[in-house]
């Protein structure tokens, strides 16, 4: 079997040469400078694409990559930087793949783009903007909140960008301004299509946005839409008869859901609303049996999916979760390793990028030499041995020019 090592050099060349210098903004003063502003971010945005879990690791990276810079710098540096450039340059590279065709839609009917909220666990000492504090097991938590797009029905889960949530907002306030923002960044593509997101941004307004901007919505359903759950259970609950079944057995357990689906009736506010789902999950192990009912809404016509595509829809909706923010709490451990709080945005806008770069090169399927697929950490593990020995050919310069 062919080495993985050229395949991840030609996927770092292609995708890591930034000229950081011209996407940022410098804040240090020009005066009596040491580092140049490139070597020192492509440090960090490095030492994010190989996984370095804090800024002390990323000092250490420093020195096997070229010089040592003290983690204090970064600590410093970060929290000055506009991070805002880092979203178009997050849409720019996403684009990017698109064009090249690595989005492919996995046998799949539509383009399925999933949002959800990400949290993550800060100190006291660091709450700011984006921090909301959580009373949980009889403890005081405090927690930065995020949405995140990404497309699900792509084999190569990519996340299109991110919201930081005000402190005292919530998921669905910050929905509207985050289609917005994505809208003005891939509204000439085609990558936005139907969006689905679980019960807590299902409103009225958020739905009738979607629509009216050309987009569809999957949505599922919880207590707080009432009259909506009251309807689907009372046109669904009593079928006997499901229009599909699938079984899955594994890890000590058996699977078995079954989809129910309708039409919607006529005579709700909810003018575009076309259909009604059901998903039936009875989960058995050792303990016994479990059953979930979970209720989904849709603006989609009933030809579009089939009975097979719609439990395939809804598994994809959990992609973002399952897939992405696993990768993003298991790889980085984004919870317990923020880097630095006080540049929150910078640090996620940053891993975002790198989970991208990172994604697309794992879809070359690169594999040990036992045929074994690489995990998230050995790309990780790859990516840092090219990278090390890669640094002469990337020409960085590693002391600024400054005026004295």
């Known amino acids: 079997m062919p080495s993985a090592k050229p395949v991840v050099k030609k996927h770092l060349e292609r995708t890591v040469n930034f000229s950081w210098s011209q996407i940022l903004e410098d804040p240090r003063s020009k005066i009596n400078l040491k580092w140049n502003f490139d070597y020192v971010i492509n440090t960090a945005f490095f030492s994010m694409l190989t996984g370095q879990l804090d800024l002390r690791k990323v000092e250490d990276f420093s020195e096997n990559f070229e010089e040592r810079i003290s983690d204090t710098l970064f600590h410093l540096l970060l929290p000055k930087i506009d991070a805002e450039p880092l979203r178009k340059l997050i849409a720019d590279e996403v684009k990017k793949a698109h064009r090249n065709h690595e989005l492919l839609n996995n046998d799949f009917p539509i383009i399925l783009i999933a949002i959800d909220g990400k949290c993550s666990s800060i100190s006291k000492q660091s709450v700011g903007l984006f921090s909301q504090k959580s009373e949980c097991n009889g403890g005081v938590h405090y927690l930065n909140r995020v949405l995140r797009a990404a497309i699900v029905s792509s084999k190569t889960v990519l996340i ?54 050309g987009n569809d919505y999957i949505m599922a359903l919880k207590n707080p839409q009432k009259k909506l759950v009251e309807l689907g259970h009372k046109l669904l609950v009593h079928r006997e008869k499901c229009d599909k079944e699938t079984i899955e057995y594994g890890n000590g357990k058996i699977v078995k859901r079954q989809l129910f689906r309708c039409s919607a009736p006529e005579g709700t506010n909810w003018s575009h609303l076309k259909q009604f789902w059901r998903i039936r999950q009875e989960t058995k192990n050792e303990k016994g049996i479990a059953v979930e009912d979970r209720y989904f809404i849709t603006s989609l016509d009933v030809d579009i999916l089939s009975d097979a595509e719609v439990m395939k829809a809804i598994r994809m909706h959990w992609g973002i979760e399952n897939n992405a923010n696993w990768v993003f709490d298991t790889a980085w451990e984004e919870d317990d390793s923020p880097w630095c709080n006080k540049a929150f945005v910078f640090v996620t806008l940053m891993r975002i990028l790198a989970y991208n770069i990172n994604s697309r090169l794992k879809e070359r399927r690169l594999r040990k030499k036992n045929d074994r697929e690489r995990s998230w950490k050995g790309i990780l593990q790859m990516i840092y041995i090219v990278l090390i020995e890669m640094k002469h050919e990337l020409k960085i310069e590693v002391f600024a020019t400054c005026e004295v």
Do not use: C, W
Request: glycine share 10%; aromatic share 8%; proline share 2%.
């Open 160 to 213: 299109l960008g991110q919201r930081e949530i005000h402190g005292k907002t919530s998921e669905s306030t910050e929905f509207i301004p985050f289609m917005q923002e994505l809208i003005s960044m891939y509204g000439k593509t085609n990558l936005l299509g139907t969006i689905t997101v679980d019960a807590g941004m299902n409103a009225l307004k958020n739905a009738d946005f979607l629509v009216d901007n």
